[in-house]
């Protein structure tokens, strides 16, 4: 299980990530959103698109812009749209899950 880890709270929780330029993006779906306030902070990356922040807020502190994501990349980015990646001191930890084989049927 992979874990994005900050001020001691576990941001997002999933099983795999998908990698992209070293940065590990979480599935939107993991993302602990009680720590997560949106951010009106954009920045465009020429390939993948227009990237939207978070800023997060654990136990009285905020880290701003700590986490981006693309809400709508463009088509070679589409892999990583809408998952979650981090930066500024949050830490990923933890292990991804291997893929589980396919079931075959036969028994």
Same mark, same amino acid.
């Given at each position: 299980?992979?874990?994005?880890?900050?001020?001691?709270?576990?941001?997002?929780?999933?099983?795999?990530?998908?990698?992209?330029?070293?940065?590990?993006?979480?599935?939107?779906?993991?993302?602990?959103?009680q720590?997560?306030?949106?951010?009106?902070?954009?920045?465009?990356?020429?390939?993948?698109?227009?990237?939207r922040?978070?800023?997060?807020?654990? =136990?009285?502190?905020?880290?701003p =812009?700590?986490?981006?994501?693309?809400?709508?990349?463009?088509p070679?980015?589409?892999?990583?749209?809408?998952?979650?990646?981090?930066?500024?001191?949050?830490?990923?930890?933890?292990?991804?899950?291997? =893929?589980?084989?396919?079931?075959?049927?036969?028994?």
């Open positions: 299980m992979l874990r994005a880890v900050w001020n001691g709270k576990v941001i997002a929780e999933t099983p795999r990530t998908v990698i992209v330029e070293g940065n590990h993006y979480f599935p939107p779906e993991s993302l602990n959103r720590y997560v306030t949106p951010s009106r902070t954009r920045s465009l990356r020429f390939w993948k698109g227009v990237a922040y978070y800023s997060l807020e654990v =136990d009285g502190l905020t880290n =812009d700590a986490a981006w994501y693309y809400p709508r990349p463009s070679l980015a589409r892999k990583i749209k809408g998952h979650v990646a981090f930066w500024r001191g949050v830490r990923v930890e933890g292990t991804p899950e291997p =893929d589980q084989p396919a079931d075959s049927g036969f028994r």
